[in-house]
């Protein structure tokens, strides 16, 4: 993405660093959400976001780790560059931990909240 806004001559963004930035953008509007509506239902909102998005990740990561260059959806994606040297692997496992972990401590609070709120 930095070459990309580096060069003029630059042929755009891959479609992988597209889904990436729409992904995060999701995950800064549900963050938004959260601040403005600061309640356990929508804790539990954001919980089931950050699940869906860890299943995502893991999916990416299977197919990361099983398809080769040649696959249908590395080529849609435009991944072929970055399965050598498991670049591709390696972020998908990583931010699939991290949204585990936030759908694990977001659970966590609201269960909490939900609980404060009916006693």
Do not use: N
């Not at 806004?5 to 889904?19: D, H, I, K, V």
């Not at 990416?60 to 072929?80: D, I, K, N």
């Amino acid at each position: 993405m930095a070459a990309y806004f580096q060069s003029e001559t630059s042929t755009g963004l891959s479609r992988w660093a597209s889904t990436l930035l729409l992904v995060g953008a999701l995950q800064l509007a549900y963050a938004a959400y959260l601040v403005q509506l600061p309640d356990w239902s929508s804790v539990w909102v954001v919980t089931v976001l950050s699940l869906l998005v860890a299943g995502g990740y893991a999916a990416m990561c299977g197919l990361t780790f099983l398809a080769s260059e040649q696959s249908h959806f590395v080529q849609m994606l435009e991944l072929a560059d970055r399965l050598r040297g498991g670049k591709a692997s390696g972020w998908c496992l990583i931010m699939l931990l991290l949204t585990s972990l936030l759908s694990y401590f977001s659970a966590r609070i609201a269960g909490r909240w939900q609980q404060a709120f009916e006693a």
